[in-house]
Structures are given as C-alpha cells and as structure tokens.
C-alpha cells in the first residue's frame, strides 16, 4: 500500500525537491500578505487626504431681473342694456359685432298705454293751469280791492290766497306727473352710452322687455369698448413696490406669438386682497387696430431693478436642507456652514442675504457632504 501511495505521489509532483516547493508556498503568502498591506496602505492614504473643491470669492452685485405674471385683458368700458321701461321691441337696428357711435339709436320699443297715459296728464295739466288762472285772478281783484277801507275782509283775503297757492301747488304737481311720462316715453328709443362694438344680443323684434328681473333676465345688449383696454393684474405683495404709476410694463399674447405689447400702469388698487395677498393694478393699453379682445389671457413681464448691491452666488453654492438654507465657507482649511435668506434669481445666479463679507472664499459646488468644521482644501 505505500507503495502503491509513493508512485502517485511521484506521478504529480514534479521533478522537484520537496523543500524546493515548501519554499515555493511560502514566497506565493508572503507576495499575496505583501499585496494586502499595500493596498490597505493605499485606502487608508486616501483617507487621510482632505477633499479639494473648487472655490469662489463673494462679491457684492446689482442683479435686474423680471417675473412673469398672467394677467387679463378687459373692456375699458362695458354696459348691460335694459329697457328702463316694460314694453315690445318694436325695431332692432344692431346685431352682434356692429360698431356704434355714442348717442346712436340701438332699437325702439312701443308701449301703447303710456301714450294714454301722457294723454291723460296733459289734460290734468290743462284743467289746472285754468283753475290757476281763476284763482290767482279772483285773489288779484280782492286785493285790489281791499285797498279801499271797509270793502274786503282781512279772512276773505287770506282764504282767497290760499286757494291760489294751493291752485298752484296742484298745477306744478301735474307737470311732474306729465314730465315723468314724457321722459318714460323717451325711454323707448334706446341710445349708445358710448362709442364700442355690440358684443351680445338677446332680443328680437317684438319681444316683451323691461329693467331687469321685471321682464328682463338678460341685458337686451352688451356694450363694450375695444379701442381701449384695460390689463388687469395682480401683483403679489412682494413685487408691489416695483411698480408706479405712469410707468411702460411689456405684455405678450399667447394666441398672438411673436408680437409683443405696451401697457401703462395707470391704477393701483392700494391695497392688497386679502385671499390671495396680492394687489389689483390696471393698465391702459392703446388697441387701435383691435387686434386685442376683451378677455384674453396675457403675460405680463414685470421688471425688478436692483435698488442696493447684494452678494450674488451660483445656484449650486446653496445646500438646501431640513435645517434651512446654507453657503459653505472655507476658512484655514475647514468648512463652516453659514445659514442664508435667497433673494431673486436670473439664470444660474442668485442673491442670498446672510453673514457673507467681500472677499470669503466659498465653496462653489456645495452638498450635505461636506459636513460643518470638517477638513477640506
């Protein structure tokens, strides 16, 4: 058997000596520990070694930018048309897009009781004025008369005076009454308050109308001014400031790209709603050739002109965190976290307001990864 265990051994080991091998085991182990080591060595070496991050020197800057804010175009005047009166259409004499001038005729109505009507106080009118007449004639003998002692009562002078006076109350009353139904029987004949397209008809010949909830629900016309406008918009409160009256504000149309549009600040609500904290400002806008419609959405482009110098960095010095926001400082080899407040942005740059002087070296590409006191160059 040990001989049989002699020969295999033989067959697979070389022809080599047996302490030729052991030496031969024992250089592979120490090459592969010697390995080990140096790249352990290697590791810790980059541990040791502090990050290097590329820096920045804070300056002070003046940063002009502008924000965008929709807004909405509106008819400088607009009107819902009643009849001031119940009666019947009797002719229409504008639709839907016709333009008109201030004092033009839109339609007439007829209202044949309040010819009656006027018919009726005319008489009344006439009846009075005759017995005006009579009692202001006999109250004018009488007082001829009493010139002459003894002849007329001082009781029958008084009476016939009051019976003038009261004549004449009677007589001024019923021309109230037949002024009244003459101003109501102008109020058939509807006019133009102003000059601007009729945008809305609700009417026909011959339909019943009157002010509105008695006989009307809806305005016989809508009325709007289109060679004027006014853009409206809110403001939020803290770009209030940025705007004065007077002053030229740039707007766009989506439905109109390429072209852009001037406006003139000329009403501040001064105030601010107090849902959405924002204040109400309306703009003129010149629309001569009436490319612009009430009702379109524009964008309004406010601009924001720096008023005092600020330190402005790249959006990526800020670390944003659950603590706050921070600029990194590198100061004798370390890190220090500085708490900061954001101001306004244009592009990559932002003003940020916080414990900075002129001259600090920052850390340009900051994150969480740099801890606060931690080494680095």
């Known amino acids: 058997m040990h001989n049989i265990f002699m020969k295999h051994y033989k067959s697979i080991i070389p022809s080599c000596s047996l302490p030729g091998l052991f030496i031969s085991v024992i250089t592979v182990f120490f090459s592969c520990n010697a390995g080990e080591e140096k790249r352990e060595n290697t590791a810790a070496d980059r541990a040791e070694t502090p990050p290097v991050y590329e820096v920045f020197i804070a300056e002070k800057g003046k940063l002009s930018t502008s924000v965008e804010i929709p807004g909405e175009l509106i008819a400088f005047q607009q009107v819902d048309i009643y009849a001031k009166v119940s009666s019947f259409v009797k002719t229409l004499l504008v639709d839907v897009g016709s333009e008109v001038k201030e004092g033009q005729v839109l339609a007439t109505m007829e209202a044949p009781e309040m010819n009656a009507q006027l018919s009726g106080a005319a008489s009344r009118l006439q009846a009075l004025e005759a017995t005006y007449t009579a009692s202001k004639a006999h109250y004018d003998r009488l007082l001829e008369t009493s010139k002459t002692p003894g002849t007329i009562s ?10 003038q006076k009261s004549d004449y109350a ?16 102008n109020y058939l004949t509807i006019r133009s308050p102003f000059s601007g397209i009729i945008t809305v008809r609700n009417v026909s010949s011959g339909a019943y109308v009157g002010p509105s909830g008695k006989g009307s629900e809806l ?7 289109h060679k004027k406008l006014r853009l ?34 000329q009403r501040l609500a001064g105030a601010l709603d107090n849902r959405i904290r924002s204040q109400r400002i309306e703009m003129d806008v010149v629309n001569n050739e009436k490319k612009l419609l ?46 900061i407040q ?24 900051a994150n969480e990864e740099i801890r606060n006191n931690s080494i680095i160059h």
């Open 154 to 163: 001082p009781n029958d002078l008084d009476i016939a005076l009051a019976k």
């Open 232 to 265: 409206v918009v809110g403001v939020p409160e803290i770009y209030s400031s940025y705007l004065q009256a007077k002053k030229e504000i740039g707007f766009t149309i989506k439905s109109l790209p390429g072209e852009k549009f001037t406006a003139t600040v």
């Open 294 to 339: 009430p009702g379109m959405i524009a964008t309004v482009f406010i601009p924001l002109p720096a008023k005092d110098s600020s330190f402005i960095v790249p959006k990526t010095a800020i670390v944003t965190s659950t603590e706050g926001q921070f600029i990194i400082l590198s100061t004798n080899d370390k890190a220090k976290w500085i708490e």
């Open 170 to 185: 009677q007589l001024q009353a019923a021309k109230a009454a037949e002024r009244e139904i003459t101003d109501n029987k």
């Open 219 to 225: 305005p016989m016309f809508v009325l709007q001014e």
């Open 342 to 365: 954001k101001g306004r942005g244009q592009g990559d740059k932002v003003e940020v307001f916080g414990d900075i002087s002129i001259g600090d070296t920052l850390i340009k590409n």
